[in-house]
Nanobody, 126 residues
Framework: QVQLVESGGGLVQAGGSLRLSCAVS????????MGWFRQAPGKERECVAA????????YYLDSVKGRFTISRDNAKNTLYLQMNSLKPEDTAVYYC???????????????????WGQGTQVTVSS
């Protein structure tokens, strides 16, 4: 069983930065796509960013392009999300997710991801 543990959330003022981390308990070669999702109250869960474990392909939600950066450290089995220039509309619970036996297409749909972390709250004050 793969476990994902997020950390790094918190309260920050608009314009500030946070870095989220997601520790993967057991790395297998079958886990080849990972992503960061968020869900605000009353809204659907959406993919903020995703990456192939090889790092060759990334996806970003339009509203975070140029502000957020997804990356991974293979040696540490850790996924990161660097969030800069945060806005109040970025406030949400952020989840790390992993997909195993994925094909070449990097999906942003939460329905295809197999493992999820417990979530970490990010609150951006105006």
């Amino acid at each position: 069983q793969v476990q994902l543990v997020e950390s790094g959330g918190g309260l920050v003022q608009a314009g500030g930065s946070l870095r989220l981390s997601c520790a993967v308990s057991r790395r297998t070669f079958s886990i080849n796509h990972m992503g960061w999702f968020r869900q605000a109250p009353g809204k659907e869960r959406e993919c903020v960013a995703a990456i192939t474990w090889s790092g060759g392909t990334t996806y970003y939600l339009d509203s975070v392009k140029g502000r957020f950066t997804i990356s991974r450290d293979n040696a540490k089995n850790t996924l990161y999300l660097q969030m800069n220039s945060l806005k109040p509309e970025d406030t949400a619970v952020y989840y790390c997710a992993a997909r195993y036996l994925a094909g070449r297409y990097l999906s942003s749909s939460p329905d295809v991801y197999d493992y999820w972390g417990q979530g970490t709250q990010v609150t951006v004050s105006s």
